[in-house]
């Protein structure tokens, strides 16, 4: 099986692996086996930049304000985003 890695980041990866002891194969063997054991998959996210929190603040008030649609029914809600 061939999986497709962004080149600097499996680069980066394997740099970090080798400073610590490990084969970059023994990573990845062992996130696939806890996906497997455990059926989830956990992506951190990472901390939004200044122009994301400003949108997220903006939003909060408009919501907080009322000048927000909704709320909507799962067909509402596909309704209005293909009416924007």
Same mark, same amino acid.
């Given at each position: 099986m061939l999986i497709k890695i962004n *080149?600097? =980041? *499996?680069?980066k990866a394997q740099k970090l692996a080798k400073e610590m002891g490990l084969p970059l194969?023994? =990573?990845?063997?062992n996130y696939l086996k806890d996906f497997v054991v455990e059926r989830r998959v956990v992506f951190e996210a990472p901390m939004p930049n200044k122009k994301t929190i400003a949108a997220i603040k $903006? $939003?909060? *008030?408009?919501?907080a304000e009322g000048k927000t649609p909704g709320p909507f029914t799962a067909d509402e809600f596909i309704k209005h985003l293909k009416s924007l």
């Amino acid at each position: 099986m061939l999986i497709k890695i962004n *080149k600097p =980041l *499996k680069q980066k990866a394997q740099k970090l692996a080798k400073e610590m002891g490990l084969p970059l194969s023994t =990573l990845v063997n062992n996130y696939l086996k806890d996906f497997v054991v455990e059926r989830r998959v956990v992506f951190e996210a990472p901390m939004p930049n200044k122009k994301t929190i400003a949108a997220i603040k $903006a $939003a909060r *008030k408009e919501y907080a304000e009322g000048k927000t649609p909704g709320p909507f029914t799962a067909d509402e809600f596909i309704k209005h985003l293909k009416s924007l």
